[in-house]
């Protein structure tokens, strides 16, 4: 099984920028360089013949490279509990544009639609129950923001759970724009 999922990486200063705002929540598990992007779309476990399909399929989408900076903090919560510190990302629009365009080449293989809403932003750190607070690190972070950056590639990305959290290798790039 391939546990599979479509992002864009940010260019190295604006990983450098986000790395250096990763301090000061009690027990957050703070992602590595290797780790920081924007998924598109999470696929999940499939086998290698769908794999490949997918491979494929994400190589016909056309679209613009995409502008983006980063606009501000924020934090996933599941019935009261932090799960995930964030930064977001402005304007959503061209990203928005290319998730549903892989979202649609996804679904004409057979793969459903992803059943949530398509939040853009970039994952600084998973909480655990006994994660601490991060009011502060919202409130102090709250006006990130960065000069405008061009994605010209999507990723598809192959994801494997260890003990010490993900690890990610891109399987293949297709250009945009």
């Known amino acids: 099984m391939h546990r599979l999922f479509v992002a864009l990486r ?48 994400l190589g016909s989408i056309h679209g613009p490279a995409v502008t983006l900076r ?9 019935k009261g509990r932090t799960t995930a510190l964030w930064a977001g990302v402005h304007p959503h629009e061209g990203v928005a544009a ?42 102090c972070n709250a006006g990130l923001a960065s000069a405008p950056f061009t994605l010209s590639h999507m990723l598809l990305f192959e994801s494997t759970l260890t003990r010490d959290g993900a690890s990610y290798e891109a399987v293949a790039r297709y250009p945009l724009g």
Do not use: Y
């Open 10 to 57: 940010p260019p190295l200063d604006i990983r450098q920028q986000l790395l250096a705002l990763m301090e000061g929540v009690e027990n957050a598990r703070w992602q590595e360089d290797e780790q920081l992007h924007l998924t598109l779309r999470f696929i999940g476990a499939v086998e290698r013949p769908v794999a490949e399909d997918i491979a494929t399929a």
């Open 98 to 139: 290319l998730h549903r365009k892989v979202d649609q080449a996804l679904a004409r293989l057979g793969l459903p639609h992803e059943g949530r809403a398509f939040h853009p932003h970039i994952t600084l750190a998973r909480m655990n129950s006994a994660g601490g607070p991060t009011d502060a690190f919202v409130a």
């Open 70 to 78: 980063l606009h501000g903090v924020g934090c996933f919560d599941r």
